[in-house]
């Protein structure tokens, strides 16, 4: 399995951006997939995550209401949409996916970890 993120940037305040992470190899018994973000200095800390084949989503208390994560399983790709940038979100932000576990916070669920990708938010 390999997964590359991307759609990171430089933006302002308040602005938007979408990243996305395409899957590619054993796809087929992914369970769920996730979204973490490291700013340097700091731990690598969950951000959101979804189940491959169902409905569940799950979302960090500070990104609830400004991110959304989304998947197209036809095109083997989760999506972030991330509205309302503040400058705390600046941080290499990371896709990782399971097989057979699902979808959640804690980061040894997942197995597979894509490279990252820059989000930087101005003030």
């Known amino acids: 399995v390999q997964l590359q993120a991307s759609g990171g940037g430089l933006v302002q305040a308040g602005d938007s951006l979408s990243l996305s992470c395409v899957a590619s190899?054993?796809?087929?018994?992914?369970?769920?997939m996730g979204w973490f973000r490291q700013a340097p200095g700091e731990d690598r800390e969950f951000v959101a995550a979804?189940?491959?084949?169902?409905?569940?989503?799950y979302y960090e208390d500070s990104v609830r209401s400004r991110f959304t994560i989304s998947k197209d399983i036809g095109k083997n790709t989760m999506y972030l949409q991330m509205n309302n940038l503040i400058p705390g979100d600046t941080a290499v932000y990371y896709c990782?996916?399971?097989?057979?576990?699902?979808?959640?916070?804690?980061?040894?669920?997942?197995?597979?970890w894509g490279q990252g990708t820059q989000v930087t938010v101005s003030s």
């Open positions: 990782a996916a399971n097989l057979g576990v699902g979808p959640g916070w804690y980061r040894g669920l997942y197995s597979y």
């Open positions: 190899g054993r796809t087929d018994g992914f369970a769920g």
């Open positions: 979804i189940a491959w084949s169902g409905t569940s989503k």
